[in-house]
């Protein structure tokens, strides 16, 4: 199975923007589709966005639609996330997710994750 590595988290003011990248390796892409979860510390861990195997067809969380933009590019095994408008309360620690389904949008529901990337939007 394929393993993630996620990277470009960091620390942005209020209304700015960010990408995260999450690397895949070890396994066939394209047989995955993709997902991005968030969990800030107390909380539990949620759904932010998917992408189909293929990158057509997305799906977002009502709190970040409109504002982040998830994508993929199967020949360099990479999934992104863009974050625009960013603010404070998408501060998070953000985890990309691999899964034969999709969407899945339920936490206990995955198996393969990254190590995750801190995402801090100060105020």
């Known amino acids: 199975q394929v393993q993630l590595v996620e990277s470009g988290g960091g620390v942005v003011q209020a209304g700015g923007s960010l990408r995260l990248s999450c690397a895949a390796s070890g396994g066939t892409f394209s047989d995955y589709a993709m997902g991005w979860f968030r969990q800030a510390p107390g909380n539990e861990r949620d759904f932010v966005a998917a992408i189909d195997f293929s990158g057509d067809d997305t799906y977002y969380s009502h709190r970040v639609k409109g504002r982040f933009t998830v994508s993929r590019d199967n020949a360099k095994n990479t999934v992104y996330l863009q974050m625009d408008s960013l603010k404070p309360e998408d501060t998070a620690v953000y985890y990309c997710?691999?899964?034969?389904?999709?969407?899945?949008?339920?936490?206990?529901?995955?198996?393969?994750w990254g190590q995750g990337a801190q995402v801090t939007v100060s105020s």
């Open positions: 997710a691999a899964h034969g389904s999709y969407p899945v949008t339920i936490a206990m529901m995955i198996t393969i």
